[in-house]
C-alpha cells in the first residue's frame, strides 16, 4: 500500500497550502459537493487539514467529520487545528486505505488533490463505494489529472458512476 511521504515534503506541502488556502478559499470548492448539516462527511488525505474547518461548519453539531490520512503529521494537525478551533465533530483516523468505518455510513466523501498520489487507487475507491451510503457522493477535486483519467479511472471498475461535473469538482455516485 501507500507509505507516508517524508516528513520535510509533508511541511513543505502544508506551507505550499497555506499559500493555496490564502489566494483560493477552499469554500468555494466544497460548496460543490453539496455536503448538509447532519451529514457524515470523510475527508480522505486531509493532509494538513485545509477543508476540516469548512467541513466542521457545514455538517454543523448534528454531523460528523472524518479526516484521514496516512501521515502521522498530518493527523497530529488536523488534531490540533480541531481542539483550538473546538470543533467537536472531527475525529482523525491513520490509515493507507481502510477507513473502518461501517458499510453505508457516510454522506459524503470528498476525495481533493490526492487521486493523483494511490499507488493503489482501486483499493481506495473499493473503500469508498463500501462505506458510501446509497444516494452518497463521492466528490473529486484532481488539477494533477485530465478529466478523461479520472472519470475513467473512476468509473471503470463499476462502481461509481458521474453524475455532475461543476466548475472544480466531479461528483460521482454508487453505481448500485
Known sequence: ?????????FNGMSFMFKIRDWLFSRR?????????????????GCGPGSYVPYLAAQVGTEGQVYALDIHPLAIRRVQNLAARRGLDNV????????????DG???????YDILHMLSERDAVLAELCRVLKPGGVLSIEEPHISQAEIV????????????HKGARTYSFVPAS
Open 1 to 9: 500500500m501507500d507509505r507516508p511521504m517524508p516528513d520535510l515534503a
Open 152 to 163: 475513467r479511472g473512476v468509473t471503470d471498475k463499476g462502481w461509481f458512476r458521474l453524475a
Open 91 to 102: 475525529e482523525t483516523i491513520q490509515s493507507d486505505c481502510q477507513t473502518g468505518l461501517p
Open 28 to 44: 468555494a470548492v466544497l460548496n460543490e459537493a453539496g455536503i448538509q448539516p447532519g451529514d457524515c462527511v470523510l475527508d480522505y
Open 105 to 111: 455510513s457516510v454522506d459524503v466523501v470528498v476525495l
